[in-house]
C-alpha cells in the first residue's frame, strides 16, 4: 500500500511528512480548497507554484507531485514541458495531468525530458461541466471502456502511474490489472 494526500502549505505538509506519507500531492484542488474559486478552472501556474513552494519547504520524505492546471498543458507540447519543468525547478518529484489519449503526446513529451508523470482518469474536475457535474464516473460499459483505453494510452506514453476518481470500483480494478501502471484510487 502507498498512502498518497493532498496538502497546499507548509504546516499541513510537514505533518504529512513527519506522519511517514509516501506522497504529498499539491492538487489545483487549492483552489476551491484553499483559494475560494468555484472549480479548479481558475487557477493559474503562478497559484500552483507558490503553493507547491510551501510545501516542498515542509517535506524531508515524501514524494511531490505538482497538479498541472487548466491551460498549463493543454495549448502545445511546448508549454506542457516548460511548466512540467517549472514543477520540478519548484521541488516537485512528478507531475500529474488530467485526460487520456487526447494527451498521450504531452506525457510521452515530459517523460522523454526526464519528468515523471502520474494522469488522472475517471472524474478529472477540469472537465467536469463536460462529464455532466461531479458525478461516478465508468457507469457504463462505453465509459469504462474509454477509461480503461486512456490508462493504456498514458502508460505507453510512459506515466508510471494514474489516479483514478470517482469511478467504479470494478472499473478501477480492470485498469489495475490490465496496466502495470501504479494505480491509485480517489472516491
Known amino acids: 500500500k502507498i498512502t498518497m494526500i493532498t496538502a497546499y502549505d507548509y504546516p499541513t505538509a510537514r505533518l504529512a511528512d513527519e506522519a511517514g506519507v509516501d506522497i504529498i500531492l499539491v492538487g489545483d484542488s487549492v483552489g476551491m480548497v484553499v483559494l475560494g474559486y468555484p472549480s479548479t478552472l481558475p487557477v493559474t501556474m503562478e497559484e500552483m507554484?507558490?503553493?507547491?513552494?510551501?510545501?516542498?519547504?515542509?517535506?524531508?520524505?515524501?514524494?511531490?507531485?505538482?497538479?498541472?492546471p487548466f491551460m498549463s498543458y493543454q495549448p502545445s507540447v511546448e508549454e506542457a514541458i516548460k511548466n512540467a519543468g517549472a514543477f520540478l525547478k519548484a521541488g516537485c518529484d512528478a507531475v500529474k495531468m488530467e485526460g487520456g489519449a487526447e494527451i498521450a503526446d504531452r506525457v510521452k513529451a515530459i517523460v522523454d525530458f526526464g519528468i515523471p508523470v502520474i494522469g488522472h482518469l475517471g472524474l478529472t474536475p477540469q472537465k467536469v461541466s463536460a462529464l455532466g457535474g461531479y458525478r461516478l464516473q465508468g457507469k457504463t460499459a462505453e465509459d469504462a471502456k474509454k477509461i480503461i483505453?486512456?490508462?493504456k494510452a498514458l502508460e505507453e506514453a510512459g506515466a508510471f502511474a494514474v489516479l483514478i476518481e470517482n469511478t467504479a470500483a470494478e472499473v478501477t480494478k480492470l485498469v489495475a490489472e490490465e496496466t502495470d501502471l501504479i494505480v491509485f484510487s480517489i472516491g
Open 149 to 151: 483505453e486512456d490508462a
Open 49 to 68: 507554484l507558490h503553493h507547491t513552494k510551501a510545501v516542498v519547504r515542509a517535506v524531508k520524505y515524501a514524494f511531490i507531485v505538482g497538479d498541472m
